[in-house]
């Protein structure tokens, strides 16, 4: 199935760029940032060096998707992290906007789209500071494997394993329902605080109410995925009661 140009239509006043190739779609926003007179989309065809969390390189073969979206984030810098659940929803609902079945997608806590399991999207967010302590910039990327999974060789033991769509979508399609289903609940966020979006994640919570693992630096903490407070943290029940987590990678 190949997809046309989706309904939903371009934000008003967000700036596209489409690259035959970059080093990076981050690298590449953050180049951009500087001369920038409001939020714009950069979608490359091609990365040479395309990386995830915690600096890790991120695999894109041909047909993939890699955007990653400029902006100077309003409201309060406590509320930047939560745009990855923001970008989480968007993606999910841009990704049924292409063909996929909602029921085969869930979102993965902090920052991850699965597809029946298996892990199809990921999400990057990075800050660009002011010179004052504050911030100037926001860069939320987003890399998805439309076309070709990455080889699971390379991952960690215990890592969700990668998977493609099985049905066809070009990047540019993709993108077109992605950019008015961010700016939507970009709104949302800026208005009515994380409530909402919140409330559209955990709807869709991969493993929500099953027991989980967590992998911190110096730890490793098992137990029941219980909810996701107000700063986005996630709530295990362990054995020795609840913890709040800011940051950790998520075993199954």
């Given at each position: 199935?190949?997809?046309?140009?989706?309904?939903?239509?371009?934000?008003?006043?967000?700036?596209?760029?489409?690259?035959?190739?970059?080093?990076?779609?981050?690298?590449?926003?953050?180049?951009?940032?500087?001369?920038?007179?409001?939020?714009?989309?950069?979608?490359?065809?091609?990365?040479?060096?395309?990386?995830?969390?915690?600096?890790?390189?991120?695999?894109?073969?041909?047909?993939?998707?890699?955007?990653?979206?400029?902006?100077?984030?309003?409201?309060?810098?406590?509320?930047?992290?939560?745009?990855?659940?923001?970008?989480?929803?968007?993606?999910?609902?841009?990704?049924?906007?292409?063909?996929?079945?909602?029921?085969?997608?869930?979102?993965k806590w902090p920052n991850d789209v699965l597809f029946n399991g298996g892990k199809l999207a990921g999400i990057l967010l990075e800050s660009l500071g002011d010179g004052r302590g504050g911030v100037s910039h926001l860069i939320i990327g987003v890399g998805v494997n439309l076309a070709e999974a990455p080889d699971p060789a390379a991952l960690e033991p215990g890592a969700v394993r990668p998977v493609a769509l099985?049905?066809?979508v070009t990047p540019e399609a993709l993108l077109d329902a992605l950019a008015p289903a961010y700016a939507s609940r970009e709104l949302s966020l800026s208005a009515y605080g994380f409530g909402p979006t919140r409330t559209e994640w955990l709807a869709h919570a991969a493993r929500l109410g099953e027991v989980i693992t967590a992998r911190l630096p110096r730890e490793e903490i098992t137990g029941t995925f219980k909810d996701v407070d107000e700063s986005g943290n996630l709530i295990l029940e362990t054995a020795k009661g609840s913890r709040a987590i800011a940051a950790a990678d998520i075993f199954f």
């Open positions: 199935m190949t997809t046309g140009r989706p309904a939903g239509a371009w934000p008003l006043g967000v700036s596209r760029r489409v690259l035959e190739t970059t080093d990076s779609t981050m690298l590449e926003a953050a180049r951009a940032a500087p001369t920038l007179n409001g939020p714009e989309w950069v979608l490359a065809l091609h990365q040479t060096a395309g990386k995830g969390r915690r600096g890790r390189a991120w695999s894109m073969p041909e047909g993939n998707f890699a955007a990653s979206l400029t902006m100077r984030p309003p409201g309060p810098v406590s509320q930047i992290a939560l745009r990855s659940f923001v970008a989480a929803n968007a993606l999910r609902a841009a990704l049924i906007e292409v063909g996929c079945a909602s029921e085969a997608l869930t979102l099985p049905h066809k």
